[in-house]
């Protein structure tokens, strides 16, 4: 399976962004109150997940289409038992929405899962003004993308990294969280971050809303 769409409980980016979303994904999760947005939009989505114990009942096009997956467990947070799901599917990509946005606990919470998500699935955070994702050790390439606001966190050592064509490179420094490299700017038509270990947080704000 190429795509996984989780669609949580946070704040929604643009309509067209979900349903484009959605369209291109092969399976969609439903964590819990994410339903709630899924049904705002019209998506009936292949799986819902969580303690659900804010619904009583559910629409028919949900109990007839949706495999609804209850899961009591207090210990983990609708999104880890999402993701947990999703793995066993063996996507190649798990792509967030509505991942941040309205309790700061909630926002806090998910960015220390993509921090510590060890899989080699790719796992991507939407919000309203960009994506999150992490890198691990090796060489990202960003072609095409001059004038594109990049920020880059690391929450453990990060070393020999490496940054060339952004507006503040650096070269085979070490980094020791927390690291904050906030609005940093690709500045050449090729890019690169290039690391040997440790971990990092890359937020790139969509291209049309830069500021």
């Given at each position: 399976m190429k795509k996984i769409v989780i669609i949580a409980n946070g704040e929604v980016p643009d309509g067209r962004f979900l349903k484009n979303l959605v369209?291109?994904?092969?399976?969609?999760?439903?964590?819990?109150?994410?339903?709630?947005?899924?049904?705002?939009?019209?998506?009936?989505?292949?799986?819902?997940?969580?303690?659900?114990?804010?619904?009583?009942?559910f629409p028919i096009?949900?109990?007839?289409?949706t495999n609804i997956l209850r899961i009591p467990d207090q210990n983990t947070t609708d999104i880890q038992k999402a993701l947990a799901h999703a793995a066993t599917l063996n996507p190649q990509t798990i792509e967030i929405c509505a991942s941040f946005g309205k309790r700061t606990d909630?926002?806090?919470g998910n960015i220390i899962i993509l921090n510590?998500?060890?899989?080699?699935?790719?796992?991507?955070?939407h919000d309203n003004y960009g994506t999150f994702t992490s890198l691990k050790p090796g060489t990202t390439r960003f072609k095409n993308k001059k004038g594109q606001t990049v920020s880059l966190f690391s929450l453990v050592d990060v070393s020999n990294i490496h940054l060339s064509g952004f507006e503040f490179p650096l070269d085979r420094n070490n980094l020791v969280p927390p690291f904050l490299g906030v609005s940093n700017k690709i500045c050449e038509d090729e890019a690169e971050i290039k690391f040997d270990k440790g971990k990092l947080l890359i937020y790139e704000l969509n291209k049309d809303r830069n500021t």
């Open positions: 369209k291109s994904a092969n399976y969609v999760i439903a964590a819990d109150g994410g339903l709630d947005i899924c049904l705002a939009n019209n998506i009936i989505p292949d799986c819902l997940i969580g303690d659900l114990d804010s619904f009583n009942s096009s949900i109990s007839k289409s909630h926002s806090l510590s998500y060890a899989s080699d699935t790719k796992l991507i955070m």
